[in-house]
C-alpha cells in the first residue's frame, strides 16, 4: 500500500521495475492502485512474480481504461476543484482566508491597553510611545565596508567574485510542465457513478514469469481497445508494449495473437504489412 500511495502522489519517476519481489496479487494490486491518477510512470515492470488473473483484471478494468472513483477519490476530486476556482477567484480566496467575510463569529477581542509597562533594574516605569526612541532610518543608506580580503582576491586572480544563484522567474516557472491531476479531467456521469479516463501513460508493461492464465487476456485486450478509442484523452497514445512469456497459456492463443496487434497498431509509427499480391503469389 506504501509504494501505491508513493506513486500516486509521485510526478517524476517513469521507470519502476518491481520484478523478482515475490508479489501476490494484493501487493500487486496495490502498486497498480497507485497508476490510477499517475500520469508520469511510462515503463511497470513485474516480471518472475506470482501475479494471477485477478490483479491482471483489476489493472484492466480500474486502471487503464474508463473506470468509477472510490469514496476517497471523489472527495479528493472536489476539494481540488473548490482549489483551483479558489484560485482562480481571488474574492473567493479573500473568503476564505478571512473568516469574519463568512460571518463567522471569533468573539469580542481583548482590549489594548493604553500604555505598556516596562520592567527595568527591578522598578517599574510607564514608557509612552512618545518616549520611545524612534527609529534611526539613515543608519539603513550607510553602505558597509568592504573587506580587505575580497579587494586583494580580486587583485590577485583579476576575476569577479561569484554571485549567488537568483530564483526562477515567473516566466521560468512557467516554461516547467507538470501533468494535470487526472481527477481534474473530464467525467462523465453513468449508473450514479463518476468515471473518469484510464491511465494512458504507461507505454511499456511486463507480465512475464508469472501465474497468468488466458482467462484475463479478454479484459486486457477491451483496456486497449477503448484506448485506441477514446478521442478525448489528452495522453496518447496508450500501451505500445506488453511481454507476457513464460505464463499459463501459450502466445499462440488466439487473443493473444489479437492483443499484440492491436497494442503493436497503437504505436504512431506503425506500418500495416502489405499483403503479397496475386502476381507475386502466382510467381
Not at 481583548?110 to 510607564?126: A, F, H, I, N, Q
Request: hydrophobic share 35%.
Amino acid at each position: 500500500p506504501a509504494i501505491g500511495y508513493a506513486l500516486r502522489k509521485n510526478k517524476s519517476l517513469t521507470f519502476f521495475d518491481l520484478s523478482n519481489n515475490y508479489l501476490d496479487d494484493d501487493s500487486g494490486i496495490a502498486v497498480v492502485k497507485g497508476l490510477r491518477t499517475n500520469r508520469t510512470l511510462h515503463a511497470l515492470f513485474l516480471t518472475g512474480n506470482s501475479l494471477t488473473d485477478v490483479m491482471v483484471e483489476f489493472l484492466a478494468n480500474s486502471v487503464l481504461q474508463e473506470f468509477p472513483l472510490t469514496h476517497e477519490e471523489i472527495v479528493e476530486r472536489r476539494t481540488l476543484v473548490f482549489s483551483s476556482l479558489a484560485a482562480e477567484n481571488p474574492h473567493r480566496r479573500e473568503m476564505v482566508d478571512s473568516p469574519n467575510k463568512l460571518g463567522i463569529n471569533q468573539g469580542t477581542p481583548s482590549p489594548v491597553p493604553d500604555e505598556t509597562r516596562l520592567r527595568t533594574s527591578g522598578t517599574k516605569t510607564t514608557a509612552s510611545s512618545k518616549n520611545l526612541p524612534r527609529e534611526d532610518k539613515s543608519a539603513k543608506n550607510i553602505e558597509k565596508p568592504k573587506s580587505k580580503h575580497v579587494d586583494s582576491a580580486r587583485k590577485r586572480t583579476g576575476s569577479k567574485i561569484a554571485k549567488r544563484p537568483q530564483e526562477l522567474t515567473d516566466s521560468d516557472k512557467q516554461d516547467v510542465f507538470e501533468y494535470a491531476n487526472p481527477l481534474l479531467e473530464k467525467v462523465s456521469m453513468r449508473e450514479k457513478q463518476i468515471f473518469i479516463p484510464g491511465n494512458m501513460t504507461l507505454l511499456s508493461l511486463n507480465l512475464s514469469y508469472n501465474l497468468i492464465s488466458v482467462r484475463s487476456l479478454s479484459s486486457l485486450l477491451a483496456a486497449v481497445v477503448w484506448q485506441s478509442k477514446e478521442p478525448n484523452n489528452v495522453y496518447k497514445p496508450g500501451l505500445l508494449k506488453v511481454s507476457l512469456k513464460n505464463n499459463l497459456f501459450s502466445e499462440q492463443e488466439p487473443v493473444c495473437i489479437e492483443l499484440h496487434s492491436m497494442v503493436a497498431k497503437q504505436n504512431p509509427l506503425y506500418v500495416p504489412p502489405v499483403a503479397a499480391s496475386e502476381s507475386e503469389m502466382t510467381g
